[in-house]
């Protein structure tokens, strides 16, 4: 898909938090100088072509009393990686799941972020997911401090390249 110099103005836009107002679009519309219909008809368009995936909250998982994060990963035969994927992904406790090519020296090709109130919440959480996904090869790597969580930036100046 060929993106316009609107396309790239509303998704530059778009990033970081929404407007608190009754109607964000309307204020993201404003700034841009066009309707509200045309920003909401775009988002609709990214929606259909696969651009935009989705809209999220990003929750302080701290303040809500998540203290416990860790990267899970797991090594899963390659013909089982689709499968054992949406097993993870759908779990309430993972908030990101991918796929990652292994090395010889790192043989995980599974990836997922669990969030619990506790380091034993989380082992239990990855143990109970290994059950499910039939594989035993799995670590935890507990988060010890977070240094970003921010939305990305794409077409400005404020972006890489």
Not at 33 to 42: D, F, N, P, R, Y
Not at 51 to 57: D, E, Q, T
Not at 120 to 147: G, H, N, Y
Request: some cysteine; aromatic content about 8%; overall charge positive.
């Amino acid at each position: 898909m060929t993106l316009s110099s609107l396309d790239k103005r509303i998704i530059s836009a778009l990033a970081g938090d929404l407007p608190e107002d009754f109607a964000p679009f309307e204020e993201i519309a404003a700034r841009l100088g066009v309707s509200e219909e045309k920003v909401l008809s775009t988002l609709q368009r990214f929606r259909r072509s696969g651009v935009l995936r989705r809209f999220g909250a990003t929750v302080n998982q701290r303040k809500v009393g998540f203290r416990a994060n860790a990267m899970a990963v797991w090594r899963v035969p390659e013909e089982r990686v689709e499968e054992a994927a949406k097993e993870i992904a759908s779990c309430p406790a993972v908030s990101h799941c991918y796929e990652r090519e292994s090395r010889p020296m790192w043989q995980y090709n599974l990836y997922a972020m669990v969030h619990a109130k506790t380091r034993q919440q989380c082992e239990k959480l990855a143990a109970d997911i290994s059950r499910t996904i039939r594989t035993k090869d799995k670590r935890l790597l507990f988060s010890v401090r977070e240094f970003k969580k921010v939305s990305p930036v794409y077409f400005s100046s404020r972006s890489p390249g």
